[in-house]
């Protein structure tokens, strides 16, 4: 008689280890899965023909697998904790996610398009599950902005002071080493040949990138505390802004010593490559330096 109600409690907790019972879930939310279907497929398929093409959106596909894996790790606290949440609020949130996404949609502004995506399930969120599960997936939310494409008018803006900024690094440290290089605005000048810093060289694709990449590293890693990731991320600036620096540096040597056409085939390529690896392992370098400054953050807030 005895053996029951605890054999009763072993098939509980394997029912608890299994993980969420998907079809019951879509059959009980189908109105959920169908919507956000609805809206995000056509949104994916924009997203997988044009930005995740390009270098400058190329972590899109990587920031929308792991950020949906976030969400889904902590499943077992989102049944936990949820309690429907308040309709005015959700309406409020679809009252602008939907003509923004629709405005994207028909005149293909991809970025608003999956800003809106991206409030409207934040919105649809809040509805079944409430603000206390919102606010503990705060940062997969934020993650998820990687998502977002950078419009073509702030990418100009941007890339261009940091496409300056590193041709005058660039252009005087070789100068300082002694070799022929000149400067006119992004053209650097060595002995007979010409090189047009481009876009990508600026630093802001691997900018974006390892914004993402460094703080998925930090939250799954380190924890989520807020302070600690915004300090990461703050040095994630200087260190891919030297990382571009490094890599133009080293294609003006080749083009100096090889000449233009080894420069900008392979090597060209294979220079990004290696700048971005070396750029994150740096960061996990700096974050393995700043051990004591997070433990003592980490105090504090078990502190308070």
Known sequence: MNSEPGHQGN?????????????HILIQRWPLALGIAVLAVPTIVSLGQ??????SGVHGVIVLVTGIWLVLRRWGDIMAMGSPGQPLVTAALLAVALPMYVAGRAFEFISIETAALLLAMVAVMHQYWGVAVVRMLWFPILYLGF???????????????????V?????GGLAELGYPVGRLGVTLYIASYQLLVEDACAGLNSLVSLSAIGLFYVY????????YS???LAMVIPIAIAANCVRVAALVLITYYLGNAMAQGYLHNFAGMVTFVSALLF????DWLLTP??????RRSAAA
């Open 11 to 23: 098939m509980a907790s394997v029912a608890q280890v299994a993980g969420p019972d998907w079809r």
């Open 50 to 55: 044009g930005p995740w093409q390009m270098e």
């Open 147 to 165: 998502v977002v494409p950078i419009p073509g008018w702030l990418l100009d803006t941007v890339t261009l002071p940091l496409k300056v900024l």
């Open 167 to 171: 041709s005058e690094l660039v252009t």
């Open 220 to 227: 799954l890693i380190r924890g989520s505390n807020p302070v």
């Open 230 to 232: 915004l300090l990461l």
């Open 283 to 286: 960061i996990f370098l700096l």
């Open 293 to 298: 400054l997070r433990s003592a953050l980490e």
